[in-house]
Nanobody
Framework: QVRLMESGGGSVQAGGSLKLSCAAS???????MAWFRQAPGKEREGIAA???????SYADYVKDRFTISKDNAKNTLYLQMNSLKPEDTAMYYC??????????????????WGQGTQVTVSS
């Protein structure tokens, strides 16, 4: 059973930084992993992903500010978020799956999800 647990969320002022972590357990390496976020009243959106060999993808609106990485020894996925803006306020989720049949930023592609961690950016 795959389990994902996010941590690292919190409140920060605009321009600040946060680093989210997603600890994975219950599976071997070789999964696609991604970060999604969902703001109140909005759909869940993919913001960054890492494929099985470490190639990364980003949504245009975060690619110059956020960095996705993974520590294979710890089986932990990270999201370094810099230059945060109030519009980055959302619940952030980690997702994983062995295979993707479509685009990395579609939530239906992933079967495994964490419980989320809240990020709040004040102006």
């Amino acid at each position: 059973q795959v389990r994902l647990m996010e941590s690292g969320g919190g409140s920060v002022q605009a321009g600040g930084s946060l680093k989210l972590s997603c600890a994975a357990s219950g599976y071997a390496y070789g999964y696609y992993m991604a970060w999604f976020r969902q703001a109140p009243g909005k759909e869940r959106e993919g913001i960054a992903a890492r494929d099985k060999v470490g190639v990364t993808s980003y949504a245009d609106y975060v690619k110059d500010r956020f960095t996705i990485s993974k520590d294979n020894a710890k089986n932990t996925l990270y999201l370094q978020m810099n230059s945060l803006k109030p519009e980055d306020t959302a619940m952030y989720y980690c997702a994983a799956d062995r295979w993707l049949s479509g685009n990395w930023d579609k939530q239906d592609e992933y079967n495994y999800w964490g419980q989320g961690t809240q990020v709040t950016v004040s102006s």
